[in-house]
């Protein structure tokens, strides 16, 4: 923890509950001292017995969040100022949406326009803004189910082979959708199997805009998160890489990393910096990127308008995230740019899963250097939070994953999927 006598009063409040709340309640503490409130749906494992936040319960409706935010508000006795988060998209739109009255009520709200949030959470709209400035993207086919229900509706042809992925354009769209086997993201194998997906999504009802895009080789490692800050004046102050090992295999958390290393990459930052400025984007932002083994061009396939479940890996990179915000939104003050370039190991996994799945031997030199240098952090292993129940539940997750990982993605189909990746890198090279 480190604090100075010119810190100001900061209280942060925070809706959500999942691991990524954590890693910014403990980026707050281990700078200020102060303890976070977090209004969630749930008690859930990763903020559950901390004694680093107060919890707040409230119903999930948009209006039940606002109000739960207004009577925290309204208790309010000291002069500390309220900045307000969350790590889900479709709470960011809530909270953007309600700006004004949220602002009036006391808090600072450090997210960029509504209108823009709106746009730039649409990831079809996103590739467009990518297109204009030349950023690199998957070739992708835009599915509109708007008009889905009318007679004679035809899905757009799909032009490129499969394999291909399939997600929707808008998770906030898509959130409340209901049918059986759901997934955030999908693999399709074939044309028969895309036409069943696109079945189930007309008969749930599903009207927003479906992504089909060529399926960029290579596993897991092959993927890249950016973490960025653009403060109020509109200069991105904070940027961040990272390069992943290993992703979340469940079919809900199917994309999420569960372990990567701070690897700060000059061309995604200096990408991620020109897509701010040509959108005039506010805020933390967090882009997913793959780099593309047959041609060595990282494409850019999405922006979240939030600093992302993983953010922890930033501060643990050396630059703290709540720092860099309050600076700008509380205290006014005009940073110069920073970029976390800390190699340091970040794993929510056991590390026995990282030996066997990191299949590169070069990557897993590195990775297993890391852990003897014990530069490795675990965003829920805090020392100023250490109590017998989170010690509990960080051993039962990780126990978790491993059976997860066993059951979902053993390790004869991740060999199969990389040796795949190579031969076809192979053939694009001759």
């Not at 976070?36 to 107060?54: H, K, L, M, N, W």
Request: aromatic share 8%.
């Amino acid at each position: 923890m480190s604090t100075t006598p010119t810190d100001p009063a900061v209280r942060p409040v925070i809706v959500g509950s999942d691991i990524g709340v954590y890693g910014l309640a403990r980026a707050f503490h281990e700078r200020y001292g102060v303890r976070t409130t977090v209004v969630a749906f749930a008690e859930p494992g990763p903020i559950a017995g901390s004694r680093i936040i107060d919890l707040r319960l409230c119903g999930s409706a948009d209006e039940e969040i606002v109000a739960a935010l207004l009577q925290l508000a309204a208790e309010r006795t000291g002069p500390e100022r309220l900045v307000l988060l969350t790590n889900m998209d479709w709470v960011v739109r809530i909270l953007a949406h309600h700006r004004e009255v949220l602002e009036a009520a006391g808090y600072v709200v450090p997210f960029a326009d509504a209108a823009l949030i709106d746009r730039i959470s649409d990831k079809a709209e996103f590739l467009a803004a990518c297109t204009e400035i030349g950023v690199p993207t998957p070739a992708t086919v835009v599915q509109d189910f708007a008009a889905a229900q009318e007679p004679g509706w035809q899905p757009e042809p799909v032009p490129f082979t499969f394999p291909v992925i399939a997600k929707a354009a808008s998770s906030a769209d898509y959130h409340a959708v209901r049918f059986a086997g759901k997934k955030k993201i999908y693999e399709i194998a074939s044309q028969a199997e895309l036409d069943g997906l696109y079945a189930s999504l007309r008969e749930a009802g599903y009207r927003g805009r479906f992504l089909v895009q060529d399926m960029v080789p290579g596993d897991d490692t092959q993927m890249r998160s950016v973490t960025t800050y653009t403060d109020t004046s509109g200069r991105v102050t904070l940027v961040a890489s990272a390069r992943v090992l290993l992703e979340e295999r469940t079919p809900a958390a199917r994309g999420n990393p569960s372990a990567m290393i701070v690897e700060p990459v000059p061309e995604l930052l200096e990408a991620a910096r020109r897509l701010h400025e040509h959108t005039g984007w506010r805020g933390f932002a967090n882009f997913d990127v793959k780099l593309d083994p047959r041609d060595g061009v990282y494409r850019f396939l999405e922006q979240n308008p939030r600093i992302g479940r993983n953010n922890y890996y930033v501060t643990a990179g050396g630059v703290n995230v709540a720092e860099v915000l309050v600076d700008d939104v509380v205290r006014g003050v005009r940073r110069e740019p920073a970029v976390a370039d800390r190699e340091v190991l970040y794993a929510v996994v056991p590390h026995d899963l990282l030996r066997r799945y990191v299949l590169d031997p070069a990557l897993r030199a590195r990775v297993v250097g890391l852990m003897r240098a014990r530069t490795v952090v675990h965003p829920l292993r805090y020392k100023a939070d250490r109590t017998l129940k989170r010690a509990v539940y960080v051993l039962t997750a990780l126990t978790n994953h491993r059976r997860k990982y066993r059951t979902f993605y053993p390790p004869a189909e991740l060999r199969r999927n990389h040796e795949a990746a190579r031969a076809a890198a192979v053939r694009e090279a001759l």
